[in-house]
Each structure stands twice: as structure tokens, then as C-alpha cells.
């Protein structure tokens, strides 16, 4: 019982000793902070980091960090420090800012800070220690944090991009009257999948088509659900009236299809996509003549 | 609620104007097929627009109707199937194989007219 109690008044002080050797780093990079901050900046620009800004910004950035990092270091907190990076982030990932140069330049911030508190307390080892003791795993979790930070920013801009390709991904086109066109490139997921069935029904809808022709020379291979889902695709397309001719399957895909059973009496499948046009202007009563002068320069 | 039946030249239109219970359907089915040979129609189209839902039972009786008045001389076209309904029916493996379907009811009498023509309708139609 007394032990326990012994420990965590230990712990207690052990804990009052880091804040109150925290509160007097802070004071420290407080005082020094001007001087600092230049030092920083300069071993931003020596390191060749941040190239995409100019040295103003540089310094703009560097004393707003500069003092997020004090401000995280005094009050424990990382919330704002995390929103800074963030929106640090938000601005500079557009301009070309790499990962490496974030983490870069907030470990020489870490450096910086050390090396002032080196010349600090060079006179007492043992208190630089204890300093050191109290600085190091903030420093850490502040390094992390904006990395981290900026990680997760980047990533999300990919996500928001994909969003974007997806949404352009599956364009339907009007090639004639009540003929549209699908072509499709790239590997089809699940997702996809279900966006080329909605587009492709909306579109039948919206330009009346008759004949749809789903061109897949583009799509390198499919698995057998997505295979299946192609296959409703086509019958729900026939319950409005339309038809789908496939065109461009790879061999890999032709054995996919084969290999999930789906029934060719259902399925109408050209070659090529020229194949699949003639095909759905046949289909749609069109016939494509050569002009006279164009046929007399052809047998020419 | 019952579907009303309106005749238009040689064809017969029904169009569902609201959700149908089982009733409703069969009350349907056996409506066109006494009244196809009534008023000797050539076609017949079935408009579901309205309809949000079309279930097994709905698409079971609208392939007996097509087989039904097909064997009585006339052909069947079910038009105006929405799109999302489309794709749950074959979801739910529901289909109307061999039943001819059209995107709304312009297209389905385009259709009729169409088969009206063709070489098919004079070897089907010994009337």
C-alpha cells in the first residue's frame, strides 16, 4: 500500500518536474525566438527544401510554425497544431510540396531547437538532460503529427481526384440518332461497375436509344462478378427497349465470360468497335455510302 | 384499381396507372386476352411507367399475358420500364425472355407497326 502511494507521488512529481522543465524550454525558444526562426529558415533554404516558395514565404510559414510548435509544446495540446498543419498543407500540396520536405523541415526544426538548448545548458550536463528528457518526445509527437497531418491531406486530394475520374470515366455518347456509345477504359471495380449500369440505363433513357454499343477494348480484364454484372447490364438494358451490342472483348475476357456460363443468345458481341457501329446502324436501318468523288479517288 | 383498356387502331394499350396487388394483375391478364379477339387486335401494349416495383409475381404474369396472346394471334410489347426497375428485376433474376419490351409507348407502336410489316406476321397470323 505505501508503495503504491510512494510511486505515484514519484509519478506526481516526476510529471510536475517535465511540466515545469517544459514551461521553461518554452520561455526559452520564447526569448529566443526571432533568432531562431532565422536560423531555421536559412537551413530550410541551405537544405534546398520548400523549393516551390520563395524565401518570404519561407519566412511566413517558418514563424507560423515556429510558434504553433512553441504553442503545442506549452499546453500539450496538438489540436491546433494539427489544424495549422492541415491547412499548411491544403496550401502547399497544390504548389508541389513533397512529403520528404514537410517531414524535412520540421525535423530541422527539431534540430534547430536542440542545438539552441545545447548552447543553453552546456555548462550543466545534467540539466540538459533532464531538458532534453522533457523536449525530446514532444518534439517527436510534433514531427509526427505533422506528418502526418500532411499524409492525410494528400491523401485526401487523391481520393477527391478519383472521385473525379470516376465521375468522367464512364462517358455515353450520341454517335447517331438512338445510337449511343460507351467506350470504357481501365480496370472495372465493383464501384465502376455500378456507375457503367446507372449511366448506361439513364443514358437509353435520356437519348432514347435503340442500340447501345459497350466498347471494353480498353478494359485489360474482369473478374467473374464484374462479369456478371455486365451480363444484367445488357438484359436490364433490353427491358427498355434497347440493345447492347459488346464490343473489343480481350481474349481474357472472352474466357471469363465463357467461363461464368453467361448465355450468347442474350449477349450480341462484334469484334471491334467500327464492327459494333456497323453493326447498330444495320440495326437501326442506316446505310454509310461513300460519296462519289470519294469512292472515284478511292478506286483511283 | 383496375387498368383501363383502350383500343387504338389494331392495337390494344393498357396502362398501368398505379401499384397493382395480385388481383389487380390477374384481373389484367385475363381482361387482354378476352379482348384481344374481341376487337381482333394485332398488338398489345402493356405501359408499367408508373410502376416502381415490379416483383416476381408481376413479371410472371406479364410473360403469361405475352405467351397467352401471342398463341391467341397477337403480339405483346411491355413498355416504359424504368430504368432501376430494369435492373432490380434482373438482379432478382426476373426476366421476360422472349417478350419484346420498348422504352415507352411512341416506341412500342413503332414496334407493332414495324412487325405488322414484317414477313414473321404473315406466316403467324392465320386468322
Redo the contacts between chains.
Sequence with gaps: MANTQELATAMETRLETIASRLRELVAHLRQQRAQLREEWARLITEAKLLTAMTKEEIFAEATSVYDNYVEALETGTYEALQAYARNLSERIIPRGVETHEVVGIVLLLRDVLARSLFAKYREDFNKLNRILDAYEPAANRIAGTVAVGFVQERERIIREQQEAIRELSTPVLQVRERLLILPIIGVIDPQRTRQL??QL??G??TN?A?VVVLDITGVPYIDSPVANHLV??V????????NVIVTGLSPEIAQTLVNIGVDLGKMNTVGDLQGGIEEAERHLGYKVVLTQEQSAAHSA | MQVPILKQGAYLIATVQSALTDEDLKQLRDTLVVSVSKVRARGVIVDVTALDVIDSFATRTLRDVAHMIRLRGAETVIVGIQPEVAFSMVKLGLSLEGIATSLDLEEGLAYLDRKGKGPEHEVRTHR
Excluded at chain 1, 438484359?235 to 434497347?242: D, H, I, P, T, V
Design positions: 449500369t446507372e440505363l439513364r437509353i433513357r432514347r435503340k444484367q447490364t438484359e436490364a438494358a433490353r427491358l427498355l427497349g434497347a
